[in-house]
């Protein structure tokens, strides 16, 4: 071996175990269920779309879903139950002045509803994009009928003027805080509190720079506080980086805030935030070569625990087409805290090149720190509001709003990474297993319209299942969770579905349930069913860190199917394994069964081709599936295969051979031979008349046989259609081409319509699509 061949070789080494070790691409769902009417409770009225504007009223048990040019009130309990609807609907008016302005009217120019949200007396505050002429309004619902009282409030700066524009937005306190785009262009952003005094962001770069905001949450940080500090609103949101020295341009993904009792300036920064300071977000994920960008966050807190313990969920995806990778990182929120209160500031300095580089500040930080909230330590200088803050520390944060250091998640990797559908939402529930302990279970919404349910176990990312809950693959676009129900509601362009937190009773077998690790499940060995874990007061069998499947008792035997074939004959033996983790393995008479020409290993069975006597034998099917624990294997199905007339039940008997011999091929060849005397018939008459000769026509007859389950044959009766299935005559081609296909494979066709199939000897084909 070449000396430098070699040494590559062994610096690849390192890095190939640890790819290996680290790969996300085996991070698949336990179990994917594909879509089914039974999934959930599904909602969707004909003619509307984007139902992706929610807000959970449990105090009327009502889930209020904004959606284009119509507000729904549905039964919390059972969306697919509506108990009101209110249309708010664009003149014709407004709808051509926005197709004027060079708009689609078909989708841009109706009123999608964006901001829903309950105010303090028990209404709600509702705004619309309106044809790009956002407005808002205010609602209530009463006597079981939603009202609108038609106040038609400006909506600029509130909601977007674009339907399909990221934005965000929260009501605390009364006071509507929102992250949008102020103009019709979309290229003035604000992060905005409309009342009760007004007050925004600065518009410049350095503040915010083509913003993508994703979502907003406020914290209540001045309970307990030892500080005197201020509640915060927090925002987070995709920007391109102005401090980086890129030719191209770079998106980084950022979390920003403000403090809510923000009233502006006196002389610099009127109106404007004084409080607002941005940071970068890390989400480090493997393979990555530019940074992950921010789609979605939840924010979980625990009610007994105090605000620093609280996290940010978050996902991400990537920004290059290179990676189909998606991530889930999460935050502490002491630790955002600290980099805002404590951290460096990132300061412009210009250099000879006509360019603004971005470095750390090292400089003096004036007093109030800028950017601060004003504390006991400001009270102290008679410093009450931010309207008495002197002008060097206004100076400073409107220069200086970026902080250096970047916040990076939790063990500084993500908690679950994925390759496949994009990630597009996140929620995420806590919940006690049966072994005491408490787990944070990560409900994501896809691209595809599928939800990703996911738990890390000491750092051991593992996706439960995956659910597809639109029968068209729309993404979702919001996701929602009511504590008072325990269920989940996602919305979609297509429609709204409403899934439990864990269907439990989808699992069959106490090692399928204990295999699931599902910490919502366990198996109640008196009712021998999977069973809900709240649901049940006995104690459960459930190892959700390890799925230590040897704590089940043995499972029932599985009922042996009886099968029967025909010498030469193909039979399929159904199996299909219980998990995506787990493999199928056959066995004969006892003995292990390797693939051969003959016996073909599928996905969903066994298929035995040109069957013999050595055939004849008990089949079984295992499965068998490694957890963490220990690898367990289990029976799935069995027959007993015997050689005779065809029997029932999950096998499929195939009979590939034809009757060479039967009334249906000695039908075929006298058709055949009429229809060459009619041709040449024809060809003398015309010879004869001296015209100039025809194209052949040939005459069609229809007869098909099939033969049935006993084997007896019925004369005219329709048979399946195959692929490729056309009919067969000998006959000339009239110099075009005679189309000869290979015909697909027999055992395919009847395992589709479970019929016997009779194949006839190989002819040319004629080239017309009738049938003989």
Request: charged residues 25%; glycine residues 6%.
């Amino acid at each position: 071996m070449h000396p430098l061949l070699s040494l590559c070789v062994l610096w690849l080494l390192p890095l190939a175990s640890t790819l290996e070790e680290d790969s996300p691409l085996d991070c698949v769902p336990r179990r994917s269920v594909p879509y089914h009417r039974d999934n959930a409770h599904l909602f969707r009225e004909e003619g509307v779309f984007n139902y992706s504007t929610m807000l959970l009223r449990e105090d009327l048990d009502l889930l209020m879903l904004g959606a284009r040019e119509a507000v729904f009130a549905l039964d919390l309990k059972d969306i697919s139950k509506k108990h009101a609807l209110v249309k708010w609907e664009v003149t014709q008016q407004q709808e051509d002045e926005c197709e004027n302005k060079g708009k689609d009217p078909e989708t841009e120019c109706k009123n999608y509803i964006r901001i829903l949200h309950k105010t303090e007396d028990g209404r709600m505050y509702v705004c619309g994009t309106n044809a790009f002429d956002p407005e808002c309004d205010y609602m209530s619902y009463a006597d079981g009928k939603l009202t609108l009282e038609k106040k038609g409030e400006d909506g600029k700066g509130k909601c977007p003027f674009d339907p399909f524009q990221r934005y965000a937005s929260i009501m605390f306190d009364n006071s509507l805080y929102s992250a949008t785009s102020m103009n019709f262009l979309g290229s003035e952003p604000v992060l905005m509190r409309s009342s009760p005094a007004s007050i925004r962001t600065y518009f410049k770069s350095s503040w915010l720079n083509e913003p993508n905001f994703v979502s907003m949450t406020q914290m209540l940080e001045s309970e307990m506080s030892e500080d005197g500090d201020d509640d915060k609103v927090y925002v987070f949101f995709s920007e391109t980086a102005v401090e980086c020295d890129c030719y191209n341009k770079l998106v980084v993904s950022r979390v920003a805030r403000v403090c809510k009792g923000d009233l502006g300036g006196q002389r610099t920064l009127q109106k404007k935030w004084t409080s607002f300071l941005k940071a970068r977000l890390d989400c480090p994920v493997l393979e990555s070569q530019l940074p992950y960008i921010i789609q979605d966050t939840y924010r979980w807190c625990d009610p007994q625990q105090p605000w620093k313990d609280c996290l940010f969920f978050a996902v991400f995806t990537p920004q290059s087409d290179t990676s189909d990778l998606s991530a889930v990182c999460a935050y502490s929120v002491s630790d955002i805290s600290r980099v805002f209160a404590e951290g460096k500031y990132k300061a412009p300095v210009p250099v000879e090149t006509s360019f603004v580089k971005w470095v750390m500040y090292s400089g003096d930080v004036p007093f109030p720190r800028p950017g601060a909230c004003i504390d006991n330590a400001a009270r102290k200088e008679g410093i009450t509001q931010t309207l008495d803050l002197p002008d060097r520390t206004l100076q400073f944060i409107k220069d200086k709003p970026l902080m250096d250091q970047a916040i990076q998640p939790i063990g500084e990797k993500p908690l679950l990474v994925r390759r496949g559908a994009a990630f597009t939402r996140i929620i995420v529930n806590e919940v006690q297993a049966a072994d005491g302990n408490k787990y944070h279970v990560m409900f994501v919404g896809t691209e595809e319209g599928t939800l990703v349910k996911a738990v890390n176990y000491d750092e051991e990312m593992f996706i439960i299942e995956e659910v597809q809950l639109f029968q068209s693959p729309e993404p979702i676009k919001i996701l929602k969770f009511s504590k008072s129900t325990g269920q989940i509601y996602a919305g979609s362009d297509y429609g709204v579905a409403q899934v439990p937190l864990a269907t439990c009773e989808r699992s069959s077998s106490c090692m399928d349930c204990v295999l699931t690790r599902d910490p919502y499940c366990g198996w109640d060995k008196v009712e021998r069913r999977c069973v809900f874990l709240s649901n049940s007061q006995r104690e459960l069998v459930q190892s959700v860190k390890d799925g230590d499947a040897s704590l089940c008792q043995d499972a029932d035997p599985v009922k042996p199917m009886n099968q029967s074939i025909w010498p030469g004959g193909n039979l399929k033996l159904r199996c299909t394994a219980p998990s995506n983790l787990a493999k199928t393995t056959w066995e004969r008479d006892g003995s292990p069964l390797t693939p051969a020409t003959r016996l073909q290993f599928l996905p969903d069975g066994l298929l035995i081709l040109n069957a013999s006597d050595s055939d004849a034998g008990w089949y079984r099917c295992l499965s068998t599936e490694r957890s963490k624990a220990d690898e367990y294997s289990t029976a799935v199905a069995e027959y007993q295969v015997s050689m005779g007339q065809a029997g029932t039940g999950g096998g499929t008997v195939i009979f590939p051979r034809a009757q060479v011999d039967s009334p249906s091929v000695a039908g075929l060849h006298v058709v055949v031979a009429l229809l060459v005397v009619s041709l040449l018939a024809l060809l003398a008459w015309n010879f004869y008349k001296g015209h100039i000769p025809l194209p052949c026509v040939r005459k069609n007859r229809q007869q098909s046989q099939v033969t049935n389950e006993q084997g007896g044959l019925y004369q005219n009766a329709p048979r399946p259609a195959l692929a490729e299935d056309k009919p067969l005559v000998v006959g000339t081609d009239n110099g075009r081409s005679n189309n000869n296909h290979t015909r697909e494979a027999a055992s395919s066709a009847a395992e589709e319509h479970d019929d016997p199939i009779v194949n006839l000897p190989t002819l040319k084909y004629i080239d017309d699509e009738s049938e003989i």
